[in-house]
């Protein structure tokens, strides 16, 4: 079948094979009709039945939706079909048969929970605004690539099974390798800084990362995509300018290249580009205007996490995407530096979409002595994590990076409703098969 036609490039006056999927069967008695489905999308195929073979008729019209079938015939102008074209049959091939019975509705009349969807996946990627997410996916990994190498990044590949978390033992799913304990690892955070202490200098990485966490919410997965990035002789403000060209890059991308997928999603009209520059917010900022809001039962005082409640305030009056810059040291990782003038102010930055946080980044700390004092203060043992803490001893650049959660991205950005709906085969606290 690699001689086949795509639906989309049958033009009258060929004799063409198409090949794809039975989306639908009417029979209005004389005349009937197979509408096919194949990638690019839907073709008409018409069955005159008392000008055809009786054998081509049953073969066609008795198929079950959802069977692959192969269709070989003349192609011919018809403006009340589908693509403009029907395809008048002279032979068809049932490639592979369904069962009559289907799990869910690929044509999409039928509705499905999430739950049910994501048990037959395959299924549920035959509808046209499910696997329009995915290419529009794929789209926003492709261009945040191309925009990681105009900033002159290297691409990277680092280990998922480790001997030690990335923040220590919480929310690490252990393993046994070879009789010894191992985990599933939460970031490349550890492994991309040791790259800027190299030849590297400057890297990505778009890759999965594990989280133990027992959540259950429309936002958390416990298998996830992270895009990171890391850059020696970068101040936290400087990976923030790196961010906001990336997120934007993903956006421009799928502006560019995907409208089909964006009007099957109804989203055509209403897609933009986010604006730069993003609006930059201190910590001390954020609480005061989400205090003032009066979103919240209580008022936020100084080394508050910001709750879900008092994101989605501040969100809805900022309008936009947006960093919150200079965090509490003591609600940041050790890794994220201090600055100089005042230890209790971390180079720590989040940004945020309107509705959650999308990336968690800062400046490092690159002195070998403070990296230690860090470690302890946060109740860690730095002899575990000394694969990582002696290459600080050889001459460690200063250096600033992030991470951003590629399934919130296109959450986001297409105004998912759970993340899930981002994910092929999503890992949750029930969710381990497919």
Same mark, same amino acid.
């Given at each position: 079948?690699? $001689?086949?036609?795509?639906?989309? $490039?049958?033009?009258?006056?060929?004799?063409?094979?198409?090949?794809?999927?039975?989306?639908?069967?009417?029979?209005?008695?004389?005349?009937?009709?197979?509408?096919?489905?194949?990638?690019?999308?839907?073709?008409?195929?018409?069955?005159?039945?008392?000008?055809?073979?009786?054998?081509?008729?049953?073969?066609?019209?008795?198929?079950?939706?959802?069977? @692959?079938?192969? @269709?070989?015939?003349? @192609?011919?102008?018809?403006?009340?079909?589908?693509?403009?074209?029907?395809?008048?049959?002279?032979?068809?091939?049932?490639?592979?048969?369904?069962?009559?019975?289907?799990?869910?509705?690929?044509?999409?009349?039928?509705?499905?929970?999430?739950?049910?969807?994501?048990?037959?996946?395959?299924?549920?990627?035959?509808?046209?605004?499910?696997?329009?997410?995915?290419?529009?996916?794929?789209?926003?990994? /492709?261009?945040?690539?191309?925009?990681?190498?105009?900033?002159?990044?290297?691409?990277?590949?680092?280990?998922?099974?480790?001997?030690?978390?990335?923040?220590?033992?919480?929310?690490?799913?252990?393993?046994?390798?070879?009789?010894?304990?191992?985990?599933?690892?939460?970031?490349?955070?550890?492994?991309?800084?040791?790259?800027?202490?190299?030849? !590297?200098? /400057?890297?990505?990485?778009?890759?999965?990362?594990?989280?133990?966490?027992?959540?259950?919410?429309?936002?958390?997965?416990?298998?996830?995509?992270?895009?990171?990035?890391?850059?020696?002789?970068?101040?936290?403000?400087?990976?923030?300018?790196?961010?906001?060209?990336?997120? /934007?890059?993903?956006?421009?991308?799928?502006?560019?290249?995907?409208?089909?997928?964006?009007?099957?999603?109804?989203?055509?009209?209403?897609?933009?580009?986010?604006?730069?520059?993003?609006?930059? &917010?201190?910590?001390?900022?954020?609480?005061?205007?989400?205090?003032?809001?009066?979103?919240?039962?209580?008022? !936020?005082?100084?080394?508050?996490?910001?709750?879900?409640?008092?994101?989605?305030? &501040?969100?809805?009056?900022?309008?936009?995407?947006?960093?919150?810059?200079?965090?509490?040291?003591?609600?940041?990782?050790?890794?994220?530096?201090?600055?100089?003038?005042?230890?209790?102010?971390?180079?720590?930055? $989040?940004?945020?979409?309107?509705?959650?946080?999308?990336?968690?980044?800062?400046?490092?700390?690159?002195?070998?002595?403070? !990296?230690?004092?860090?470690?302890?203060?946060?109740?860690?043992?730095?002899?575990?994590?000394?694969?990582?803490?002696?290459?600080?001893?050889?001459?460690?650049?200063?250096?600033?990076?992030?991470?951003?959660?590629?399934?919130?991205? @296109?959450?986001?950005?297409?105004? !998912?409703?759970?993340?899930?709906?981002?994910?092929?085969?999503?890992?949750? /606290?029930?969710?381990?098969?497919?």
């Amino acid at each position: 079948m690699d $001689d086949r036609t795509y639906a989309v $490039d049958a033009e009258p006056g060929e004799t063409v094979t198409v090949a794809g999927w039975v989306h639908e069967i009417r029979d209005l008695g004389g005349i009937a009709f197979l509408i096919l489905r194949d990638t690019t999308g839907k073709i008409q195929v018409t069955f005159e039945k008392d000008e055809m073979d009786e054998v081509l008729v049953e073969t066609g019209l008795g198929v079950h939706r959802e069977s @692959v079938v192969a @269709v070989t015939g003349a @192609v011919k102008e018809e403006e009340r079909a589908p693509t403009g074209v029907e395809v008048t049959p002279e032979s068809v091939e049932v490639v592979a048969e369904a069962d009559p019975e289907l799990p869910l509705d690929p044509s999409g009349k039928v509705d499905a929970d999430l739950s049910t969807r994501l048990d037959n996946r395959t299924l549920d990627l035959r509808k046209d605004e499910v696997k329009a997410v995915f290419e529009i996916r794929a789209e926003v990994l /492709r261009a945040v690539r191309e925009q990681f190498r105009e900033l002159g990044c290297t691409e990277i590949n680092t280990p998922k099974i480790v001997a030690t978390g990335t923040e220590g033992g919480t929310e690490l799913f252990p393993i046994t390798y070879f009789g010894r304990e191992a985990f599933m690892n939460q970031s490349p955070q550890l492994f991309k800084q040791l790259m800027v202490g190299s030849g !590297l200098e /400057r890297v990505f990485e778009i890759g999965p990362i594990f989280r133990a966490e027992e959540h259950n919410t429309p936002r958390h997965l416990n298998e996830a995509t992270s895009i990171d990035f890391e850059s020696a002789f970068y101040d936290h403000t400087e990976a923030m300018d790196a961010c906001e060209a990336v997120v /934007r890059a993903a956006y421009e991308g799928v502006a560019d290249n995907c409208a089909d997928q964006l009007e099957t999603l109804d989203l055509a009209g209403e897609f933009e580009v986010p604006d730069e520059p993003f609006l930059r &917010l201190t910590y001390e900022e954020a609480i005061e205007r989400i205090n003032a809001t009066g979103a919240l039962d209580e008022q !936020l005082v100084w080394g508050d996490d910001l709750p879900t409640e008092g994101e989605h305030a &501040l969100g809805e009056e900022v309008g936009q995407h947006y960093f919150i810059t200079d965090w509490p040291s003591e609600i940041k990782p050790f890794y994220i530096k201090d600055h100089d003038d005042d230890p209790d102010l971390s180079t720590g930055f $989040d940004m945020m979409h309107p509705t959650m946080e999308l990336v968690s980044g800062g400046q490092r700390e690159h002195r070998y002595d403070r !990296l230690v004092d860090g470690f302890e203060q946060q109740g860690l043992d730095p002899e575990q994590f000394d694969y990582y803490t002696k290459m600080f001893r050889y001459g460690m650049p200063p250096h600033a990076g992030w991470g951003l959660g590629g399934e919130r991205l @296109v959450m986001t950005m297409l105004g !998912l409703g759970n993340v899930r709906e981002a994910v092929i085969f999503p890992r949750d /606290r029930q969710r381990l098969s497919p």
